[in-house]
């Protein structure tokens, strides 16, 4: 597939806490981001495949919370979520 050049704005205190996790991972910034990228559009093509059992008014205090830039919630592990992706990729 071509690729694609294109700019984005990304806040620089996340930019930075990205380009050192790349190399804390041992992979470029690029390979990071299409990973990551990649995790959220099959996440969100998988998820709509499934019927949810969830309250109408708690999934709108998530959306609420992500359209005013909190987390909604965090998952706590002690492996990074690039490992746990690359687990369940098999690698």
């Known amino acids: 597939m071509k690729d ?3 700019s ?3 806040r620089e205190d996340l930019w930075k806490a ?3 996790l790349a190399v804390e991972e041992g992979v470029t910034l690029r390979a990071l981001i299409e ?3 990649e995790s959220v559009v099959q996440g969100a ?3 709509k ?3 949810l059992g969830i309250q109408e008014d708690v ?3 998530f959306k609420s919370k992500r359209e005013k830039g909190e987390i909604p919630f965090i998952i706590v592990h002690e492996k990074t979520a690039v490992e746990l992706v690359r687990e369940g990729r098999g690698e």
């Open 49 to 51: 495949r499934f019927e």
């Open 35 to 37: 990973e990551l990228l």
């Open 8 to 10: 984005i704005r990304i």
């Open 59 to 61: 999934l709108k205090v």
């Open 45 to 47: 093509r998988l998820a």
């Open 18 to 20: 990205a380009k050192i």
């Open 4 to 6: 694609k050049v294109t």
